[in-house]
């Protein structure tokens, strides 16, 4: 059973950074591309991040590409999301995600899902 635990997510002042970790089990994680999305109230699941099981080539959304950087370290089995200089509107629940596609950044792409952690940039 494919399991994904995000974590890292807390309430922090515009400017600050934070790191998200996502910790995966269940499943040959080498072969998956890991994503990240986030959902404000209101709005729809948005891509952020993604990084490539075959070539580790990270993919962002423009808003938030400078401003946040995604690796992996299959060893460990886990992603992570660098957050810097972080931004009212970067406030939302952010969402790991694997996929075994290649690379990307459509969330039908992917199989399975964490249950979120969430991110707050008060003003």
């Known amino acids: 059973q494919v399991q994904l635990v995000e974590s890292g997510g807390r309430l922090v002042q515009a400017g600050a950074s934070l790191r998200l970790s996502c910790a995966a089990s269940?499943?040959?994680?080498?072969?998956?591309?890991v994503g990240w999305f986030r959902q404000a109230p209101g709005k729809e699941r948005e891509f952020v991040a993604a990084?490539?099981?075959?070539?580790?080539?990270?993919y962002y959304s423009d808003s938030v590409k400078g401003r946040l950087t995604i690796s992996r370290d299959n060893a460990a089995h886990m992603v992570y999301l660098q957050m810097n200089s972080l931004k009212p509107e970067d406030t939302a629940v952010y969402y790991c995600?694997?996929?075994?596609?290649?690379?990307?950044?459509?969330?039908?792409?992917?199989?399975?899902w964490g249950q979120g952690t969430q991110v707050t940039v008060s003003a």
């Open positions: 995600a694997a996929s075994p596609r290649i690379a990307t950044m459509d969330p039908l792409g992917y199989d399975s």
């Open positions: 269940g499943l040959t994680f080498r072969s998956y591309t």
């Open positions: 990084i490539s099981w075959k070539d580790l080539n990270p």
